[in-house]
């Protein structure tokens, strides 16, 4: 049997610029099912820390579903601590989503989800252009995200 993941755990992510964190914040379950939701936090870290609610504390970087209890049952990834989930991360961010898979962020057709509907927006406003784009990652991608400049204004 697998390990169970819980909300507010904290997610050791190794990469080659050193450790890097995230905290697990929801689960989407609704179908379709996008599962967990990492929030991950800036920063590297040449070693863990002792303390995490300093880390949690911090603004993130970015927003992504993940395949969380599989990372964590391979043991690619590791829940080291639990912290109560600040209170700027507790409401379920909204992503942004166009089927086009060729549209840029100007493109018409955009839509808004907050994790329970859907709408169109056409042209996303500046505060949405920053918005998650509605996507799963794997561990690779992940890691490369974080070890990039990466950011929810870099993706389409």
């Given at each position: 049997?697998?390990?169970?993941?819980?909300?507010?755990?904290?997610?050791?992510?190794?990469?080659?610029?050193?450790?890097?964190y995230?905290?697990?914040?929801?689960?989407?379950?609704?179908?379709?099912?996008?599962?967990p939701?990492?929030?991950?936090?800036?920063?590297?870290?040449?070693?863990?820390?002792?303390?995490?609610?300093e880390?949690?504390?911090?603004?993130?970087?970015?927003?992504?579903?993940?395949?969380?209890?599989?990372?964590?049952?391979?043991?690619?990834?590791?829940?080291?601590?639990?912290?109560?989930?600040?209170?700027?991360?507790?409401?379920?961010?909204?992503?942004?989503?166009?089927?086009?898979?060729?549209?840029?962020?100007?493109?018409?057709?955009?839509?808004?989800?907050?994790?329970?509907?859907?709408?169109?927006?056409?042209?996303?406003s500046n505060?949405?252009?920053l918005?998650?784009?509605?996507?799963?990652?794997?561990?690779?991608?992940?890691?490369?995200?974080?070890?990039?400049?990466?950011?929810?204004?870099?993706?389409?």
């Amino acid at each position: 049997m697998g390990k169970r993941v819980k909300f507010g755990d904290v997610i050791e992510i190794p990469t080659n610029k050193g450790l890097a964190y995230a905290i697990y914040t929801h689960r989407h379950v609704d179908p379709p099912v996008f599962g967990p939701l990492l929030r991950v936090f800036a920063g590297f870290h040449k070693k863990r820390p002792k303390d995490f609610k300093e880390i949690v504390a911090n603004p993130i970087r970015f927003s992504k579903f993940f395949p969380l209890v599989q990372v964590i049952n391979r043991k690619i990834f590791e829940v080291v601590a639990h912290e109560e989930i600040p209170k700027h991360l507790q409401t379920f961010p909204s992503f942004r989503n166009n089927p086009n898979t060729k549209a840029k962020r100007n493109d018409e057709g955009w839509w808004i989800w907050d994790g329970k509907k859907e709408w169109k927006v056409g042209y996303l406003s500046n505060d949405q252009k920053l918005y998650p784009k509605h996507s799963i990652v794997n561990d690779t991608a992940l890691r490369e995200m974080i070890e990039g400049k990466w950011g929810p204004d870099d993706e389409l």
